[in-house]
């Protein structure tokens, strides 16, 4: 019997390429998305690369906790995953209680909705912003999480805490696994999907492929006078692929009954940290292009470095990230085009 996975949030940047891996995985697939933040680009480019014209899509609001309830009453889902969520770092400084409202109201109603129709499984998108400014790196599931730096970083933190609070008082049935990304870029080898940010991007490799493409005039690299070999911060940047399988994995583990605690976590990311200014050289030299760039003050609240050590995905998930930062940087700038030419 083939399972069906929920993926809430479906129709953004991870989830469309989760979808993608699950349905190539064998896996029944149900797309939800409230459409807030997307169009429909990425859901008809799934629909494409995987040939699934029928694949079946869902406009509903998990806020709305009779539209989950309706949901979940009405499909089997096995297990879901849960991307439904804002994740603008300074959009939620401004408007607090719009990220708490919608990223924590959202989840619960979700778990809630899963719980009373029978669905035990529940894969969680969380984000390496848990660990702050770790003191060492790389840092591994056991590394302290720190004060968030912004609401949005609390709302991921708070949505951990609600899923292992859930998951204990459970008594066993309900099983969670937290994934904290750390940096997903990049884009499907096919072209069709990728990331599609609305007005000015915040994250670093949008704006970079933006810039390459014109639309941007130049890149500000936040800060060079870092504690770092070239003073530009170190991040640990996954291929989005990579990422949408890790996804395929823990979702295998749990509907083949392979977990060992109620709640497990997992850092998805390479282990292997890259400075800024090496991101944007490899983005130079894997495309034969110059990037109009220049160096800008720090921007407040972002972290000197920080890269995973990802050997316990590697070893219970059986995991691995494979694909190299150039060939990730190659098919962001093809994804550009891609959406350019439209
Ligand atoms: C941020 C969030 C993280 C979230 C992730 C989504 C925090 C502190 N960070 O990570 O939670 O999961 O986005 O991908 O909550 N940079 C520039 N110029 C730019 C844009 C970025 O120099 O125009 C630099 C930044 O200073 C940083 C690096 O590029 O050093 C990566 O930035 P970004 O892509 O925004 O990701 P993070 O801040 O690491």
Redesign the pocket.
């Known amino acids: 019997m083939k399972k069906t996975v929920l993926v809430s949030g479906g129709a953004g940047f991870i989830g469309s390429h989760v979808t993608v891996e699950l349905i190539e995985a064998g896996y029944d697939v149900i797309v939800a998305d409230n459409m807030s933040n997307c169009d429909r680009t990425c859901f008809e480019g799934v629909k494409k690369i995987t040939g699934r014209e029928d694949l079946p899509f869902h406009l509903v609001d998990f806020c709305d906790a009779a539209a989950a309830e309706k949901l979940f009453s009405e499909n089997k889902i096995d297990a879901v995953i849960h991307f439904a969520a804002f994740?603008a770092?300074g959009e939620s400084v401004d408007k607090p209680l719009m990220y708490y409202r919608n990223n924590l109201d959202s989840f619960m109603n979700v778990i809630e909705a899963a719980q009373k129709n029978g669905c035990t499984n529940i894969l969680f998108s969380s984000?390496?912003?848990v660990y702050?400014e770790p003191d060492v790196v790389p840092v591994t599931e056991q590394t302290p999480r720190k004060d968030?730096?912004?609401p949005?970083?609390n709302t991921?933190k708070m949505c951990e805490d609600i899923l292992q609070d859930c998951v204990k008082a459970s008594g066993g049935s309900l099983k969670g696994i937290l994934l904290r990304?750390?940096?997903?870029?990049g884009a499907h080898p096919s072209a069709l999907i990728g990331e599609l940010p609305r007005g000015i991007?915040?994250?670093?490799?949008p704006?970079?492929t933006q810039t390459a493409i014109g639309k941007r005039e130049c890149?500000?690299?936040?800060?060079n006078d870092y504690p770092t070999e070239d003073g530009?911060?170190?991040?640990d940047y996954i291929d989005i692929v990579d990422l949408a399988r890790a996804h395929v994995c823990a979702v295998a583990r749990m509907l083949d009954g392979k977990m060992e605690q109620g709640c497990e976590i997992y850092n998805i990311g390479t282990g292997r940290p890259v400075s800024?200014l090496e991101?944007v050289n490899a983005f130079e030299k894997v495309n034969g292009l110059k990037l109009n760039y220049r160096f800008?003050p720090?921007?407040p609240?972002?972290?000197v470095a920080?890269w995973a050590d990802p050997s316990l995905a590697n070893e219970k998930l059986g995991w691995k990230a494979t694909r190299s930062v150039e060939d990730t940087l190659k098919s962001a700038w093809e994804w550009e085009k891609h959406i350019a030419g439209r």
Not at 181 to 185: A, D, L, Q, S
């Open positions: 994740k770092v984000s390496a912003t702050g968030a730096t912004s949005y970083g991921k990304y750390f940096n997903p870029i991007p915040n994250n670093l490799v704006f970079i890149l500000s690299i936040f800060g530009t911060c170190k991040r800024v991101l800008a720090r921007r609240g972002d972290v920080i």
